[in-house]
Structures are given as structure tokens and as C-alpha cells.
DNA sequence: TTGCCAAGTGGCGGGGGCCTCCGTATCGTA
DNA sequence: TACGATACGGAGGCCCCCGCCACTTGGCAA
């Protein structure tokens, strides 16, 4: 990312996350750095002075996809029905997360220890997902006090439960469409809500 | 668990349990092993003896509080409102779940390579949410689809999506709430569920 | 073009963790 | 008490992460 930087060092990068991608997809957010800096063909020093850190890594890795993310987002801002663009946003996350070894983690852990980083893949994609979200509640297609985190941490629990199931792709969407519509059968909105309120659930 | 052990075997059994739970406890799901043996003055290979696997003193280490919700389940099934009851179990779930390190891991992971062990935690807690589960479904207050493995999925989601964060306990309650409600605000059951159906999410 | 020097590199050693093997100590019993 | 089965634990192998440091290399100025 820095410009300003020695040929050798940029192509090192690049190929450090090239071996990166794959390996991360092969076995997850904690493939091995020496791993990865053996078949780049580098010292495992070099990998951690290009990205300190694991965390690191996996967000270089996935920037790229959640640029991509937030493309999508930014794109059904303009949808006609506010609530399906929502929904098919969160289709999308989730299909892509269940299916990238390492993203849930990477979403699930960023933000913890370093005092929110401004580049760490959960707050770029909350800030893709916001207006979508914004434009949803104002038409009243969402409850009013579901933020754009909340969204974030479901589907990125969804994903983090099915990861390493046979299957995880679709286990993911079916439990993705359980949250969205809820647990509870349809027409029992009222009841439901009196319900749950009484026993602070 | 075998009775026909020497004792000092079970003297050993014993107190690396107990190391395990207080470091399981502090540490999450990837204690060292090896801290717990030297803790508990043994030798890293008689912590493997008793516990082969990671997965199987997790296991050992949640069996109490695993067995204790399935009597919690037990005895909710004669409760008054499946529903509530329902809830309420789920509800004990995600607070434990959310507050011990580890458990939501050894929840999300376990089934996974062995084939389905059948003291693994998630089973057992399948077992006993079963019944709960389907007099509430019974009681049309649960849609019909919905089974034990999705609801452990989700809550397990939940915990592992929340895990580290302050307030893990509080923000982990407020998701189980959205998950049980869904999304959408109250009074838009048919709407809601026609779109979803239709943007297949 | 040449030479300089900081940026960049990679190997090495320390600290840990997981796992297996195997000689040995201990328990329960005859 | 003496013996055999059972359980123990240390050592060694392998891998990983991390920090240090002497060395190379790329880019710029003369």
C-alpha cells in the first residue's frame, strides 16, 4: 500500500499475498505465516514486516472482497424496494463468508485489541451496509434499533457456527433466513413480541 | 468416568480437570495443555492419556454445565408456555454460553471430525432442548422448520461472534433477542415473509 | 556511470506448544 | 510380600511465532 517503497519490497507484498490468499483459503484464518513465507520464497521476517501480525494478513487478504462488498452495497442504495436490497446484501456477506476460509474470524476478531483501526474489514464493511440499512428502517422494512453491527455480528456468528460443516454454504443461508424472518411462525408478530418482552428475551 | 481405574489415575483425572477448568476458564478454548499439566503436576503425556484431544477435556470440562441446562430443559417442559419456556431456556444458554470461554468453540466444533460422538456437547444439548423444542412447536409458537441444530447454531453463532468483546454477555442477549423476533419490526409478518421468499434469502 | 547508504532481507536462536515413545514407578492382587 | 498390569513422566522430534542483527540490494546524487 505504501508507494514510496523499494521495487523488491512491492513485489515481495504482492507475492507474500498471493501465497497469502490461497494458503488462508486452505486452511483458514491460522494457516501459517512460515508457511507462507516459505512458499513465497521469503524469510519469514519479511512476512511479518509487510503485515505485523496475523490480523494483519488477513485483512490485506480480504480487503479486496469487502471493497468489493461495499461496491455492492453502494450500488442497491439506488433499489427500488429497500428491504430486498437489504436482504440480498446480507445474502451476499453470508454466502461469502461461509465460503471464505478465515473472513468470519478476521470480522469477528478485528476491532478487539487495536482501539478500533479505521481500515479493519468490520468497521469498512459497516460503513458499506449503513445506508442500506438507514434506507430500510425509514421504510419501516426494519425494526428501528438494529444497527449495522448487530447485522455484522449475526452473520458473521452464523458463519463462524457452520465453518468446517460439509455443507456450510447452505447451512449458513438457512440459518441467515431464520434470523431475518425470526423463530417464530408467521402472524404471531404481537403475541410473539408481548411474549418476549415478559420473559427478557 | 471408568471405575475399574487405578486410583492414582483418578486422583490425576481429577485434579487436571480441575486445572482445566480454571484455565479454560481464563484462557478460552486453546489453553495450553502443556500449562495444564505442569499446574497440575503431571506430565503432558498423562493429561493426553486422560483426554486425548483437545476436544475431549472441553468436553469434560462444560459436561456439569451441560448436563445441568439439559435438567434446566427438563424441567421446562411442564411449564405453563411452551413458548416462554422455550425462550427462556435459550436465553440461560446464551448467558452461559457468552460468559464461559470455550464453550461456544467446543459447541461450534465439535461433531465435526469425529462422526457424531455421541457425549459430544452439542448432541447432548440437542438431546434436551428436543422436547422443549417441540411442544413449542406443537404449540404453534416455533415455526415448524425449525430444528434443535439450528437453534444451538445460532446461539453458538452468537457466543462466538460476541466472545472478547466488553459486554459480551449484554450485546450477546440483545442479538438472541433480534434472532428470535427477527429483523423486521413488529406487525409486517405476511410482507416480510412474501419478500424474503421472493429474494430467496 | 559510479558509489554511497538507508531500506529491505533472511537466517539464527530463544521460547513455546503438541505429540509419541519408552523406561520406570506405582497400584492392586495373589 | 512379590508379581504383573497399569499408569506415569521425561526426552526428543517437529512446528510455530518472535526478535535480533549482519548482510545485500535498490535508488539517488554526484
Redesign the pocket.
Known sequence: M?D??????????ARILAVAEQEVAAHGA?????????LA??????V???F???RALLQAVFSERIESLCAHAESLTEAPEPRAALLEWLGALTDYSASARGMAEALAQDGLDDPSHESACAVVLARGLEPLLRRAAEAGAVARDVTAGDLLALVTGIALATEGRPEAAVEARRLLELTVRGVSPEGLAGKRTREAAATRV
Open positions: 505504501p514510496r517503497q523499494r521495487a523488491d519490497a512491492r513485489r515481495n507484498y491460522d494457516a501459517s505465516l512460515e508457511r507462507i513465507a516459505r520464497g521469503v524469510g519469514s521476517a519479511t511479518r514486516r509487510h505485523p501480525g496475523r
